[in-house]
């Protein structure tokens, strides 16, 4: 189940970064800097979701704290044989090794018939510490790492001109290390649409910062795009290479005859800042609310507290420790006899192991209920706890020094299956 969530966690992480450059950035000409967006959402995808941090919130009251440690179905063993509870989880998670092993087979015979073909293929010269290849093989040109390979017969001389200078361009920007990240994404999250179509955009923004780049070096870009209209033949595509082609054909060219983006429209980066924030409180922040055990002349134990609270039908108890385990039997019994257990058989995660579910309570000056507070890890448990402890009738309040005094009361509820 923690995988589940951590996958779920991160496919919506990768959904804020979609989303903020698709409305804001997909067309603005800052293109390093969209490239660096697109490959700091994978990564903080990847890892943001690993992360949890726990805060408190402090209350200071004159409070007095004791536990009531409770367990429901108490008959539990761990001997039980839960083989017949077969998880649909296992099933998943079959299923998504099954698609990473699909996808790792294709990754490395793309890689084997790169190599093949870069063993056949002529090495012409080393310039800038690139190393161009020539084949006989009729494939468009692409690049990897510190290598372009091209066939010079399929293309007049200001053809191979343009596409060599586009290549080049890959290669300085280091954007096989993009391709390479993002495909690796891929195979990992394939279940997750988002990662296709993020991959896509990775792949376009670093074919805008190469055709940029490339036309830099061009008095005019008409011949270039000329180039790309009439070299728009799809063929295949090694990995993870980057070739000359690709089916975004349109708007490459309208990038390229785009006008270069106003510098404050950088600050459009921003707004994926508030999607995280609220992602990071709603999921990732832990917020513990403690309460301080204050008192005007001296701090008193609860060991120590002169009258407790008294549960009805406890009142004829003089003893104080006696009252308070006559109290612990009424919660007791009164969780066991109302907390609706088969609700939850159909729970399979639940199934054959025991779960705990912290329950913070206060009886406070009146000697009513209140600030109930619940922590399980599904929130059905919790809203099932809540609904318990709101069952407790109104008792006489603590006493200490004369005065009525708050009480909170820690109920770990110890939950199990047969």
Known sequence: MDFLIYFLKSSFVLGIFLFVYSVFLKKETFFHLNR???????????????????????????????????????????????SSNFSWLFLLAIGYFIGIFYLLIRF???????????????????????????????????????????????????ELNHILLHEFAHVKKKHSYDILLSQLFCIFFWFNPFVWIYHQKIIQNIEFEADAEATSHLDSTKSYQ???????????????TINFYQSFLKTRIMMLQKEKSNRLSILKIGFVFPFLLAFFLGFQLEIQAQEKVVEKTEEVAFQKIEQPPIYPGCEDLKNTEEAKNCMTQKISALVNENFKTEKFKKDSTLQGRAARINVQFTVDQKGEISTIQTRAETKDLEKEAERVVKLIPTMKPGIQDENPVSVIYQLPIVFALD
């Open 36 to 82: 660096i967006f697109l490959l700091g959402g994978i990564l903080i995808a990847v890892f943001l979701p690993l992360l949890s941090f726990k805060t408190s919130s402090s209350l200071s009251s004159s409070r007095y704290i004791q536990e009531i440690p409770i367990y429901l179905n108490s008959n539990f063993s761990a001997e039980k044989d839960y």
């Open 108 to 158: 490395f015979k793309s890689l084997k018939s790169l190599f093949q073909l870069l063993n056949h293929a002529e090495k012409i010269k080393t310039e800038k510490g690139i190393i161009y290849y020539k084949t006989q093989k009729e494939i468009s040109p692409f690049s990897i790492f510190k290598s372009i390979i091209f066939n010079p017969e399929l293309h007049t001389k200001e």
């Open 226 to 240: 000329y180039s790309l209209v009439k070299n728009s033949l799809p063929v295949y595509q090694y990995i993870p």
